[in-house]
């Protein structure tokens, strides 16, 4: 019988990378060489202290150990809804 996990969240590195040190919110601080906290209204939302929370490779790992097969994956807070909608004006491309 194959294990799919059906709810489970990771931080693409391009999310972090936007984040990072960003003004505003939502932004991220990184509390170590592999750790971070997110925020957003100068609230923190997130605590990363795992490597499987953003690098597949290592998510991978974590899976093999725990014995899932599948899973879904979907990013958590911050998301790309806190983020300030961008105006485009008829006619530009998004």
Known sequence: ??????HNHLFPPAWIDHLDGRPGSPTLKRTGPKTMIFYYADRPLSHVHKEGHYDVDARLQDMD?????TQILSLTTPSVE???ARKVSCGQQR
């Open 65 to 69: 150990e725990y014995g899932i097969d």
């Open 1 to 6: 019988m194959k294990i799919i996990d059906v």
């Open 82 to 84: 806190f983020l300030p």
